[in-house]
């Protein structure tokens, strides 16, 4: 792929972001199902929901551009997501499941937030306000599900994990 502008790599970003939100909605129901934690699952559902609105904001931002929607393969969150089903298949209590299944999706929740980000000052830079305001919209909410992910750990998940140390 030939990027001779900061619009070719702009593009080129939205297209990997589009692949990896779609990823992530066929990978999340896999990890819903293996969680024991009620919070937790109630937080990755609501989660899952907001992914197919990020995918559908994408695809509002690609029309924008008078571009169609495509995705181009996203390795990087591929990775993170194989990373993610390996250890759902580890022989782990429930809690440290739960504690391991959290630390995966932060990965992929700050693998979206740097993304996000970049797209967003892209968009911002070259004068697309609409389409800065809808990935900051995205943006925003990559960043809340961290932080609630990040307070079930602490308040309540990883608590319970230590219990089997």
């Not at 994408?58 to 390795?75: N, T, Y």
Request: net charge negative; hydrophobic share 35%; glycine share 4%.
């Amino acid at each position: 792929m030939k990027l001779n502008s900061l619009h070719d790599l702009y593009l080129s970003e939205l297209k990997d972001l589009y692949s990896a939100e779609n990823q992530i909605i066929k990978a999340l129901p896999k990890v819903i199902e293996k969680t024991s934690s009620p919070e937790l699952r109630q937080a990755l559902e609501s989660h899952l929901e907001q992914t197919r609105a990020h995918a559908t904001r994408l695809e509002e931002v690609f029309q924008m551009h008078g571009e169609e929607p495509k995705k181009m393969k996203c390795k990087g969150i591929q990775g993170v997501l194989d990373e993610g089903e390996d250890v759902l298949g580890f022989d782990a209590t429930p809690d440290v499941r739960d504690a391991a299944i959290i630390s995966s999706c932060q990965r992929v929740e700050h693998y979206e937030i740097a993304a996000y980000g970049s797209v967003r000052t892209y968009a911002e830079q070259m004068g697309h306000d609409r389409a800065a305001a809808i990935l900051q919209q995205t943006l925003d909410e990559e960043k809340e599900a961290d932080e609630k992910l990040t307070d079930i750990a602490e308040s309540r998940v990883n608590i319970q994990a230590t219990r089997h140390a």
